[in-house]
């Protein structure tokens, strides 16, 4: 799959062109791995263009970076107001979010703090992660033969860029013998969570997950899943999973900001439950389907609103109206390539125009 691209690209302060977003080869980020990143999606919903809890994002992303001492040149809320001028001047109602902060080109060596702290944010319409029919008819899974880092070498907590080689390693093994995605266990044996993913149980109508101390990343759809649960009545309980458990549970689903709630129907070969989405699943997957897209208020809060012109020449000529907005590096010929983007940006995500 090639990767979508839009026109601009926020970086440091500024609106630069897609292409123009570039680094050093010298990067401390790109030798060392210290970069931390955080991903968002934005969604048509009933009430507007709306970022899922944009907010709980940025607060995780200034917390990786404070662990891996990395202080970020900005507050959380001009890198909020910055995620929403970038959908605005690309025009995209519907899109993933990417933000990362890293070190940059300043000195090699492992001590990092001399290096400056750059931050970009990117976004393009991106569809579902582990595709259509995985979210409706489910997934297959194989348990990876690479164990999740651990707490005590790594920062599961902190979503690090150099920590997902480790997923690297685990989607690749999956994926080379046919699997969507792979699930991984701890350093101790226990479930821990897909390479993207946290992972869910359900067994005698109870929903079980692999608690904090089991290396997951905290996930911010983990947090939402298990408060919509709640709220349905369901007992959600945080333990320590033995790997059998997930063959032996009578669904078991995914969560995660790029793949949604992912049904699994397969792990390892075993077939789960009846092989197709179960009902707590699918419960579950309207609910958070519905809070996304703004249609159920118990969940409005989570929705951080957008404002995204209709028409993109408004979105361009808006931005480059007002100076304070930083687009003045943006070349003029962009315009030019107005006249071609689709009226719509949502229409991408369908069929989305790959360049
Ligand atoms: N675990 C890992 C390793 C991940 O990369 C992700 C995706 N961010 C998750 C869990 C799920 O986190 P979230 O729900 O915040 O996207």
New binding site residues.
């Given amino acids: 799959m090639e990767q979508v691209e839009v026109d601009l690209i926020w970086h440091n302060g500024e609106l630069v062109a897609w292409e123009d977003a570039k680094v050093h080869v010298l990067t401390h980020g790109l030798h060392y791995g210290t970069g931390v990143f955080?991903?968002m999606r934005a969604y048509a919903t009933t009430h507007g263009t709306a970022i899922f809890r944009n907010r709980d994002?940025l607060a995780?992303l200034f917390k990786s970076a404070e662990l891996y001492y990395m202080p970020i040149p900005f507050s959380l809320e001009q890198l909020r107001a910055a995620t929403h001028e970038l959908l605005a001047a690309n025009q995209l109602h519907e899109c993933y979010i990417r933000p990362i902060v890293f070190r940059g080109y300043g000195q090699m060596g492992l001590y990092p703090l001399d290096c400056p702290v750059e931050v970009s944010i990117a976004a393009w319409p991106w569809g579902a992660y582990l595709g259509e029919e995985g979210a409706r008819h489910g997934i297959r899974a194989k348990v990876s033969s690479w164990r999740r880092i651990p707490h005590d070498s790594l920062i599961p907590h902190a979503?690090a860029s150099g920590q997902?080689l480790n997923?690297v390693l685990a989607k690749v093994e999956a994926s080379k013998a046919g699997y969507q995605e792979a699930i991984l266990l701890d350093s101790r044996g226990f479930v821990c969570?897909?390479?993207?993913?946290?992972v869910y149980a359900v067994s005698e109508g109870r929903i079980l997950t692999p608690p904090q101390t089991a290396s997951?990343?905290d996930?911010?759809?983990?947090k939402s899943l298990i408060q919509i649960a709640r709220d349905r009545g369901y007992e959600v309980i945080e333990r320590d999973l033995a790997r059998a458990e997930l063959y032996l549970a009578d669904e078991v689903f995914l969560?995660?900001?790029?793949a949604e709630l992912v049904p699994v129907r397969e792990i390892d070969d075993h077939v789960i439950g009846a092989g197709e989405p179960g009902p707590i699943t699918g419960e579950l997957q309207r609910v958070f389907d519905d809070a996304l897209h703004g249609r159920d208020p118990r969940y409005r809060d989570w929705l951080d609103l957008v404002e995204v012109p209709a028409d993109r020449t408004d979105a361009v000529a808006g931005v480059l109206a007002d100076p304070t907005a930083g687009v003045a590096e943006v070349p003029a010929d962009r315009t030019a390539g107005v006249a071609e983007v689709p009226a719509d940006r949502t229409a991408g995500v369908a069929g989305p125009a790959v360049r």
Wanted: charged content about 25%; glycine content about 18%.
């Fill in positions: 955080d991903s994002h995780r979503k997902y997923s969570e897909g390479s993207g993913e946290n997951i990343l996930g911010i759809n983990r969560s995660g900001t790029a």
